[in-house]
């Protein structure tokens, strides 16, 4: 029980435990699948490391504009919760040239069910990126903010829920080859937020504010 606690305490107070999901859109028809790994950063024996969350993730390009995914969250499931993520990334500017960057915005539904409690969570969350691509392959380095909103009245103990919209600032980078893309993003997660007197140990490089994340992921294109 105290894991599970452990465990949805780290998406109830920090937001998306995840990276972002297709920045830029998939080609018309391509698919993609994809492991997602890391998350907020702690202090643990001495060192800094991202908690080890990790989720598989799969995505389609509907035409060159639109993209949907989902996941399922591998971690969150040895833990006794069935997590999910899913939605879609719309590209609604393209740029011309390098200077430029193109724009896209994703809808994302959170879900989380405690087999232990037979409890259901849901978040609503809308992230909004910039993206510019360079290189003969076109990867991409991205600057987006997440949007994350708690629609639970209360949190833990019946206590009132004090974090209604929690805001994610993120960049990353994502590096592409012929069936393979790799990428890497950080996040600041909750900045607005005090991680003081909490019982995870939280590192940020805002000092006593949220946390930093960062993630690595992996994807094979077909």
Known sequence: M????????????????????????LEKGEQVIALDFGG????FGGAVIPIPLSSVVYGKG?????????????????????QTDFGATYRFYESKNQFTP???????????????????KFWP???????????KKNHYAYLGISNWWELAPSRSQDR???DKWLVNPQLGVVFKSNKWYYSLETKLMA????????????????GDKGATG???GVGYKF
Request: with cysteine; net charge neutral.
């Open 160 to 162: 009132p829920q004090l």
């Open 40 to 43: 907020p950063t702690i202090g």
């Open 214 to 216: 960062i993630y690595l």
């Open 102 to 120: 193109s724009l896209s915005t994703s809808i994302n539904a959170n879900m989380v069910y405690d087999f232990n409690d037979t409890k259901f």
């Open 125 to 135: 969350q809308w992230d909004l990126n910039a993206y510019w691509n360079f290189g």
């Open 2 to 25: 105290k894991k599970n606690l452990f465990f949805l305490g780290l998406i109830a107070i920090l937001g998306s435990c995840a990276s972002s999901r297709f920045v830029e859109p």
């Open 191 to 206: 900045p607005s937020h005090n991680n003081v007197n909490i019982f995870v140990p939280y590192f940020s490089v805002l």
């Open 62 to 82: 509907i035409d060159t504009n639109l993209t949907v995914f989902g996941s399922l969250h591998v971690t969150s499931l040895l833990f006794g919760n069935l």
